[in-house]
């Protein structure tokens, strides 16, 4: 089974920035697509933005403009760059990915607060 780690989150004003990465590494069959989801306090978790392996996107409609979701394939890295964050942007972001057999897998998450 592989691992899915996510890193780069944390407490930002409103306005900033910040770069989300999503690590894959151990039993690693192709990967497909890499996606990021967000899911905030009493919400159900959606989606934020999905890559497949040929860099084709889909962004959700609220993130469009803002954020850039891309993936290094060699690194089995995929990274999330979110600008003129909101507080409405506030979640606990988790990385999916899903390899060519159709295998899903989610990481822990990591916390995003957009506050001033």
């Known amino acids: 089974q592989a691992q899915v780690v996510e890193s780069g989150g944390g407490l930002v004003q409103p306005g900033g920035s910040l770069r989300l990465s999503c690590a894959v590494s151990?039993?690693?069959?192709?990967?497909?697509?890499m996606g990021w989801y967000r899911q905030a306090p009493g919400k159900q978790r959606e989606l934020v933005a999905r890559?497949?392996?040929?860099?084709?996107?889909n962004y959700a409609d609220p993130v469009k403009g803002r954020f850039t979701i891309s993936r290094d394939n060699a690194k089995n890295t995929a990274y999330l760059q979110m600008n003129s964050l909101k507080p409405e942007d506030t979640a606990v972001y988790y990385c999916?990915?899903?390899?060519?057999?159709?295998?899903?897998?989610w990481g822990q998450g990591t916390q995003v607060t957009v506050s001033s």
């Open positions: 999916n990915i899903v390899d060519i057999a159709s295998r899903s897998q």
């Open positions: 151990g039993n690693i069959f192709s990967i497909s697509v």
């Open positions: 890559i497949e392996r040929s860099g084709d996107t």
